[in-house]
C-alpha cells in the first residue's frame, strides 16, 4: 500500500509554511510506517502539537489518498480516516466506537448485486468488491489491533473474510516491523467457531478463511507456543466431530475479532460447498430459505457472529423461525455463548450492501439475541455504511 498526494490544486503551498513542502513524507511515515509525532518532530521543523495540527488539516483537505496495491490490486483506493464521521456513528448508535475509511474502486459493493444469482456477471462483481472493501477494512482494523495487544492477554477470533484479512494485514506489517510483535509469547489465543474452508472468494486468496486458519496465523505472527492456541476444529456441527468439544474452561476473553454475516444467498451455510457439512439441519435451512424466499423484504432477516444466528427483523421472528434458529444455534460448533457475551472487548469487521440490515440492527441495540453485546464493540467500517446507518435514524 502507498500514499499518493491527490491531483487536486493545493490549498496551500510551501512559500505559505515550510512544513508543507515536506507533508506527503511525514503522512507516509505517521500513517503507513507508524513513526509517531513525537519522533518525527525530531526530524522535520515543528513540534509534535504542531505537526498534528498540520497533518489534520491536510487529510480534512483531502490532500492525499491511499492505494491499496495488495497482490498487484488497486481495486480499492482506501482514503484518511474520517474521525468526525466515526464519533457520530459511536454516538448515535450502542456501539463502543467506530473507526470509518472512505474506501473508493469498490462501488459494486454497495449496490444488491450480490443479491442476483451467482453465475450473473453483476453478481460477481458485487461480490469481488465486497472482498477488496473488507480487505482495505482489514488494513484499518490491523492497525487498531496493534495498539490493543498487550502481553498475556487473551484473544478469540471468528472465521470470515474480515477477520483473516485483518490477520493477513498483520503479517505484513509484521515483515516491516518486528520490533512491534515482540513480547507477546504468552497470548492466549481461541477460536471462536468451527468450520474449514468458508465459502469462496472473488479474490486471490492462499489460505482457509476459517477460525482455527486464523488461530494458527495469529500465532504464527506473535510467536505464540502451540499449547496456548486453542482450536475447535473443521467440522461445523459439533454433532460430526469424532473428537472432543475444545474446552474453554474459564476463558475469559480481553479481545475478540469477529465479523457479522447475514443468512442470505450468499453465505457459506447456503452455498453447495457446506451442503455435505449441514445435511442433518437440511429441514431447518429449507425453513430459513422458504421464509426469506417468500418476502423479498425478509431476505436479511437473520444474521450470525461467529456462526450463532439471531433474528433481526421488527419484533418477534415466527414460531418456526425461531425453533430453525434454535436448532442450528444448538447444532454449531461454536465457543460457549458465555465466552462472546463476556468478551471485555470487540473488533468488529464489516461493511457494504450485504452487511447493512444485519448491522443497523446490531449496532442500534435491536438484536437482544446477538451473542456479542453492542456497547463493547469497535466497528471498523466504510464510509458508505457507515452514513447509510446513520440515514436510517
Known amino acids: 500500500m502507498e500514499i499518493s498526494p491527490q491531483t487536486s490544486p493545493r490549498q496551500s503551498s510551501p512559500k505559505d509554511d515550510p512544513l508543507d513542502q515536506f507533508a506527503l513524507e511525514i503522512a507516509r511515515r505517521n500513517k503507513l510506517e507508524g513513526d509517531s509525532l513525537q519522533l518525527l518532530s525530531g526530524v522535520f521543523p515543528g513540534g509534535a502539537t504542531t505537526l498534528h495540527r498540520k497533518l489534520k488539516g491536510w487529510l480534512e483537505e483531502g490532500r492525499f489518498e491511499l492505494i491499496d496495491k495488495w497482490s498487484g490490486q488497486t481495486t480499492a483506493r ?35 448485486d450480490y443479491r442476483i444469482s451467482p453465475a450473473n456477471e453483476k453478481a460477481q462483481a458485487a461480490f469481488q468488491a465486497g472482498d477488496y472493501l473488507h480487505r482495505a477494512l482489514g488494513d484499518v482494523a490491523a492497525r487498531f489491533l496493534i495498539d490493543r495487544l498487550r502481553p498475556q492477554m487473551t484473544i478469540g477470533l471468528a472465521s470470515g473474510r474480515g477477520v483473516a484479512l485483518t490477520v493477513d494485514r498483520l503479517e505484513e506489517l509484521a515483515k516491516d516491523r518486528r520490533e512491534w510483535m515482540s513480547g507477546y509469547q504468552r497470548v492466549r489465543i481461541f477460536s471462536l467457531s468451527g468450520g474449514s474452508w468458508m465459502g469462496t472468494w472473488a479474490m486471490p486468496f492462499n489460505r482457509p478463511l476459517d477460525a482455527d486458519a486464523n488461530v494458527f496465523h495469529l500465532g504464527t505472527i506473535l510467536h505464540v507456543s502451540p499449547g496456548i492456541r486453542t482450536y475447535i476444529g473443521s467440522w461445523l456441527l459439533a454433532g460430526e466431530r469424532e473428537t472432543e468439544q475444545a474446552s474453554h474452561g ?24 457446506a451442503a455435505l457439512q449441514m445435511e442433518s439441519m437440511g429441514e431447518a435451512l429449507a425453513t430459513i430459505r422458504e421464509f426469506q424466499d417468500r418476502d423479498g423484504d425478509r431476505h436479511a432477516s437473520i444474521a450470525d457472529i461467529c456462526h450463532v444466528l439471531f433474528y433481526v427483523g421488527a419484533g418477534d421472528p415466527p414460531v418456526q423461525i425461531a425453533k430453525a434458529i434454535t436448532e442450528l444455534n444448538n447444532a454449531m460448533s461454536t465457543a460457549p455463548r458465555r465466552i462472546l457475551e463476556s468478551a471485555e472487548e470487540v473488533i468488529m469487521v464489516a461493511g457494504g450492501a450485504q452487511k447493512e440490515e444485519a448491522l443497523f440492527h446490531f449496532v442500534k441495540g435491536n438484536c437482544p439475541d446477538a451473542p456479542i453485546d453492542p456497547s463493547r464493540v469497535t466497528l471498523i467500517t466504510d464510509s458508505w455504511t457507515a452514513n447509510r446507518i446513520l440515514d436510517r435514524g
Request: charged share 25%; glycine share 10%; aromatic share 2%.
Open 78 to 112: 482506501q482514503a484518511a480516516i474520517d474521525e468526525p464521521l466515526g464519533e457520530r456513528l459511536a454516538r448515535e448508535t450502542s456501539i463502543r466506537r467506530a473507526r470509518v475509511v472512505h474506501v473508493s474502486g469498490v462501488e459494486a459493493a454497495a449496490g444488491e
Open 250 to 273: 474459564d476463558v475469559h476473553l480481553d479481545l475478540a475479532i469477529v465479523g457479522i454475516g447475514q443468512l442470505n444467498t450468499g453465505h457459506h451455510f447456503l452455498r453447495p460447498d
